[in-house]
């Protein structure tokens, strides 16, 4: 029976038989191997390179990407830093500006008795057009009315009243404010009065009074508030009144009263 069927078969048993030791043959003799490599790579070398080149774009496209968020972070945070920079100089330099103002307070004794208290200015009453000031002292440091305040430059006013933990003080600017002040050198004695902004008038000094442009003013001692020999300005202008008798005598002021921060109030 196998006989009757491998010779009825014979053919195509030969040829199977014959396209399997070609095969073998083809895979398995070094020749044939290498040879049926290179046609396979000759064949499949262009998708492999295009592959590689793809392969290459998209790594370059991530890597630029993650570059670019990198940077944009490292921007970030490098604007961040200078900002805190640029406020730790702004903080500085205005410690900085306070230091000097406050040594200058503190090195200007000839006029500031040994009692004296520190106070910064928290505010000015619009009510009567800047002519006041509000500063962060009150009773509870001693604070009382009429009480002079002073800075490093001069006279800057007195307490018109006073809370708990602040005082309103009337600058010497105010019309509603009157000083006895002198000539320091001719020793003339008028009234100061206010004149707005930096300015002030001294009144009742008559045309023959020794007043030149130049001169020094300082409050005289008379009175019951202010003492003698505080500094308050120069005179800027000297004329003679209409009136025959008396002289309008302007004094700008030592101080900038635009630009008060920090004063002495004398409780003494």
Same mark, same amino acid.
């Given at each position: 029976?196998?006989? =009757? ?10 040829? $199977? ?11 398995? =003799? ?41 940077? =944009? ?44 208290? $520190? ?59 009157? &000083? ?15 004149? $707005? ?46 009136? $025959? ?17 920090? &004063? ?5």
């Amino acid at each position: 029976m196998w006989q =009757h069927f491998l010779w009825k078969h014979r053919r195509k048993i030969i040829l $199977g038989v014959l396209v399997v030791l070609s095969v073998s043959i083809l895979f398995l =003799h070094p020749f044939f191997n290498t040879s049926s490599n290179t046609i396979f790579l000759s064949f499949t070398s262009p998708f492999y390179k295009l592959s590689s080149k793809i392969k290459f774009k998209i790594s370059n496209s991530i890597n630029s990407i993650l570059m670019l968020k990198n940077l =944009h972070e490292e921007n970030k945070l490098l604007r961040t830093q200078v900002s805190l920079l640029n406020k730790t100089n702004i903080q500085y330099e205005e410690l900085l500006n306070e230091n000097g103002r406050l040594r200058n307070l503190l090195n200007f004794k000839p006029y500031i008795s040994k009692k004296q208290i $520190g106070a910064f200015v928290i505010g000015y009453d619009p009510a009567n057009l800047f002519k006041s000031i509000i500063i962060d002292r009150g009773y509870k440091d001693n604070i009382s009315k009429n009480m002079i305040v002073v800075n490093d430059k001069g006279l800057i006013g007195r307490v018109l009243s006073v809370t708990s933990n602040s005082a309103k003080t009337i600058l010497i600017t105010d019309a509603e404010s009157s &000083v006895s002040a002198i000539v320091q050198r001719s020793r003339c004695i008028g009234s100061l009065v206010g004149a $707005g902004k930096n300015m002030c008038e001294i009144k009742y000094l008559a045309q023959n009074d020794d007043v030149q442009i130049g001169d020094t003013i300082v409050s005289s001692g008379e009175g019951e508030i202010f003492p003698k020999g505080i500094p308050i300005g120069i005179v800027s202008n000297v004329e003679k009144k209409k009136d $025959g008798i008396t002289l309008k005598v302007d004094v700008q002021l030592f101080a900038d009263f635009s630009k008060l921060e920090e &004063v002495f109030v004398k409780i003494e």
